[in-house]
């Protein structure tokens, strides 16, 4: 049984769809699932030709959280940290990817599944979808850098409410409160990360992932001289490549062009 599906969409196929595909368990993350997406992002990046990647999840949910059913009766030790961290890789392997990524949020996403969003660059949101951190009521600790992305994405005070004070949010409240991009009718959700993500995919691939790295980068960059200088490596690079040359000459010629 197939537990992940990966589908090329676009005109070209340079833009690649992962969809969390077990329904009847609202795609809730088990080690089978995290070897499947291991597999389909190992497989994506090692094709040249993908250059963006849509991450969902098959309806109603996106993510219902990880099945941790069998750490339930380990103790406090070595067996549980392994079992964790295996787990947290369904995630940490999504946002270790040096493609473009972008998650359709189109239904709920609890506990890990709230991760596996937050590991994506861009976060869009059906206006059905459902932010449930639930780590508390479940008396469990968050994990898997869980209050540290959340506190990077919406900062302190809207991390509380939802993780300690049980706050939920759906599409509309989660981009209020900068949790995601974008809100859109459900209907929407999907044409509208195909629409980014091929942005991204029609970009040349190595830029794209070289400039998605500079942005990780500028989190622990003091200064806007610092800035400058991390920047100007790269940019430097790009002036080499040969996408600017044949891109830059076309733009000269259709303004040559211009009457």
């Not at 595909?21 to 990046?45: C, G, K, Q, W, Y």
């Not at 961290?85 to 890990?112: C, H, K, M, Q, W």
């Not at 599944?113 to 590991?119: T, V």
């Not at 049980?166 to 509309?172: C, F, K, R, T």
């Amino acid at each position: 049984m197939t537990l992940v599906r990966v589908e090329r969409a676009g005109t070209d196929g340079r833009v690649a769809v992962v969809t969390l595909d077990a329904p009847e368990r609202r795609n809730t993350l088990t080690l089978d699932m995290v070897s499947e997406i291991t597999r389909a992002f190992d497989t994506l990046e090692d094709d040249g030709a993908v250059g963006a990647v849509v991450v969902t999840g098959a309806p109603p949910a996106f993510c219902a959280g990880a099945d941790l059913s069998h750490l339930a009766g380990e103790s406090a030790g070595g067996g549980a940290t392994t079992g964790l961290r295996d787990i947290y890789e369904g995630f940490l392997r999504v946002g270790r990817s040096p493609l473009p990524t972008i998650a359709a949020v189109n239904g709920a996403a609890v506990g890990a599944g709230m991760n596996l969003a937050l590991c994506c660059d861009v976060r869009l949101a059906a206006r059905s979808a459902r932010f449930d951190t639930r780590f508390l009521q479940l008396g469990l600790h968050p994990g898997g850098g869980h209050t540290w992305m959340l506190h990077r994405a919406i900062g302190a005070a809207h991390a509380a409410a939802l993780v300690v004070f049980g706050e939920v949010v759906d599409g509309a409240g989660a981009e209020r409160i900068g949790l995601v991009w974008r809100c859109v009718d459900d209907d929407a959700l999907l044409p509208k990360a195909m629409e980014m993500a091929g942005r991204a995919a029609s970009a040349p691939r190595a830029l794209a992932q070289r400039v998605k790295r500079t942005l990780g980068t500028m989190a622990v960059v003091d200064s806007h001289g610092d800035a400058v200088d991390a920047e100007l490596e790269a940019q430097v690079w790009s002036l080499g490549q040969p996408e600017f040359r044949e891109r830059l000459a076309a733009m000269q010629r259709r303004i040559s062009s211009r009457p």
